[in-house]
C-alpha cells in the first residue's frame, strides 16, 4: 500500500538554526499538508499546499515557516531560525481529494531544539 | 468555527471488554467530514474512518463500530472486546468541505489503556 515517506524521523538541532523536514507524499495525491503535535498534546494544522501554492495556514504558520515543493516528488518544511517552542513532531500528509479522500499521514519527524 | 472536544482523557480497560470513545462536534457547516485516527505508542497516525455529514449509517468493521449522530453532534467509537494491541492513542477529527484543502481540526485525544 502507497504510503508518506518522513525523512529524517528524528532531527535535533540547535536553537537558532535552520532546519528542513522531508516528506515525500504518496504519489498521485494533489493535496499536501503539515501538521504538529507538541509532546502528549494535540495534533494542529500548520499548512496546506496545492498546485504549487499555500492553500490555507494557520496562525502557527509565521514567517519563519516555509513550505516548497523543489520536485516532481518531495514536499518540504523549513523552519527559518528554530526556536525551542518548535520541538514537536511533524507530521506531513497528503490526500488526493480533500473533501473526499481521508489525508495519509507519514510516520512523522521529531523535532527536538536544544 | 470548527471544534471537536473528547472529553476522556484517559481510559483503562482490561483484556476483553469493550470500550466507548466518546467524540462531540461544533460545526457551522451542513457539510463536512468526521474521521477517527489512531496513534500508538510508535508515534504515527494511522486513519481509522472517514464519514461524511450525509451518512448517518452506523459502521461496523470487524471489532470497531462508530456511531454517527448528528442530533448530539457527537461521533463514537467502539472497541469489542478489548485488546493488549489497542492501546493507543485516539484521535477524533473535522473537516469541513469549505475549500479545497480544509484542513483537519482534531481532538485533544483519548489515551487507551487495554491490561492483560
Known amino acids: 500500500e502507497p504510503e508518506v515517506t518522513q525523512t529524517p524521523s528524528h532531527q535535533v538541532t540547535q536553537m537558532g538554526q535552520e532546519v528542513i523536514l522531508r516528506c515525500v507524499p504518496i504519489s498521485n495525491h494533489l493535496y499536501f499538508y503539515w501538521y504538529r503535535q507538541i509532546l502528549g498534546q494535540k495534533v494542529e494544522f500548520l499548512v496546506s499546499f496545492y498546485n504549487n501554492e499555500i492553500s490555507e495556514k494557520s496562525e502557527i504558520f509565521d514567517d519563519q515557516f516555509s513550505v516548497e515543493r523543489p520536485d516532481g516528488s518531495n514536499f518540504t518544511l523549513k523552519i527559518r531560525s528554530t526556536k525551542l517552542e518548535d520541538s514537536a513532531m511533524y507530521f506531513c500528509a497528503s490526500s488526493d481529494r480533500t473533501v473526499n479522500q481521508p489525508q495519509h499521514f507519514g510516520d512523522g519527524t521529531r523535532l527536538s531544539i536544544l | 468555527a470548527q471544534k471537536v472536544t473528547q472529553a476522556q482523557t484517559e481510559i483503562s480497560v482490561v483484556e476483553k471488554e469493550d470500550v466507548t470513545l466518546d467524540c462531540v462536534y461544533e460545526?457551522?457547516?451542513?457539510?463536512?467530514?468526521l474521521f477517527w485516527y489512531k496513534q500508538p505508542p510508535s508515534g504515527e497516525l494511522v486513519f481509522l474512518i472517514r464519514?461524511?455529514?450525509?451518512?448517518?449509517q452506523n459502521e461496523i468493521s470487524g471489532r470497531y463500530s462508530w456511531n454517527f449522530q448528528k442530533s448530539t453532534s457527537s461521533f463514537n467509537f467502539t472497541i469489542t472486546a478489548s485488546q493488549v494491541v489497542d492501546s493507543a492513542v485516539y484521535f477524533c477529527a473535522l473537516s469541513e468541505a469549505r475549500t479545497l484543502s480544509t484542513p483537519l481540526v482534531f481532538g485533544k485525544g483519548t489515551r487507551l489503556s487495554v491490561i492483560a
Open positions: 464519514r461524511n455529514s450525509f451518512d448517518e
Open positions: 460545526t457551522r457547516d451542513t457539510t463536512y467530514y
